[in-house]
């Protein structure tokens, strides 16, 4: 299934980890945020990568 939507929920501790893995989809401000505009399905297995490897757990997806 393709991944149509990508978010952080509250809590980051702007660690970068998810904007190292995909920076395509992660950008750096006070914290972590997704970049709008994505074709979020081109870069799947980053993205699960990111939310599997977050040490908060707060980056979801559909």
């Not at 509250?10 to 950008?27: I, N, R, S, W």
């Not at 994505?38 to 757990?57: D, L, R, T």
Request: one cysteine or more.
């Amino acid at each position: 299934m393709a991944i149509k939507k990508v978010w952080i929920e509250e809590g980051c501790t702007a660690c970068g980890l998810c904007v190292d893995t995909c920076p395509e989809v992660f950008k750096m401000e006070d914290s972590a945020a997704v970049i709008e505009g994505v074709n979020y399905s081109n870069y799947e297995e980053q993205v699960k990568e990111a939310a599997e490897n977050c040490p908060v757990e707060i980056i979801k997806y559909t």
